[in-house]
């Protein structure tokens, strides 16, 4: 059974930063093409970023300059830096992957959240 884990977040003072890592197992599972997303309070689901099995990467304007995505392979995770906080980025953050390299919308697995607060 593929499972995916996300860790990092936290609370932060507005500035701050954090790095959240989506961790995936089960056997013979290798994680593919990843989307970040967040859903605060009272909104909708949305895009953080997403990245490709070969590496593109995808960015929502909020995040442009300030998030990077990223592979680690030997780990079988995916990484999202997230930089210079501010607090509308308060929310809980979810991994979404697959086991196929390009990326779409609501794959098939997702993670249960990490949530990440920035205090101003």
């Known amino acids: 059974q593929v499972q995916l884990v996300e860790s990092g977040g936290g609370l932060v003072q507005v500035g701050g930063s954090l790095r959240l890592s989506c961790a995936a197992s089960?056997?013979?599972?290798?994680?593919?093409?990843v989307g970040w997303y967040r859903q605060a309070p009272g909104k909708q689901r949305e895009l953080v970023a997403a990245?490709?099995?070969?590496?593109?990467?995808n960015y929502a304007d909020f995040a442009k300059g300030r998030f990077k995505i990223s592979r680690d392979s030997a780990k079988n995770a995916v990484h999202l830096q997230l930089n210079n906080l501010k607090p509308e980025d308060t929310a809980v953050y979810y991994c979404?992957?697959?086991?196929?390299?390009?990326?779409?919308?609501?794959?098939?697995?997702w993670g249960k959240g990490t949530q990440v607060t920035v205090s101003s």
């Open positions: 089960g056997s013979g599972f290798s994680i593919g093409a």
């Open positions: 990245i490709t099995g070969g590496g593109a990467t």
């Open positions: 979404n992957a697959g086991d196929h390299p390009d990326w779409y919308n609501d794959m098939q697995f």
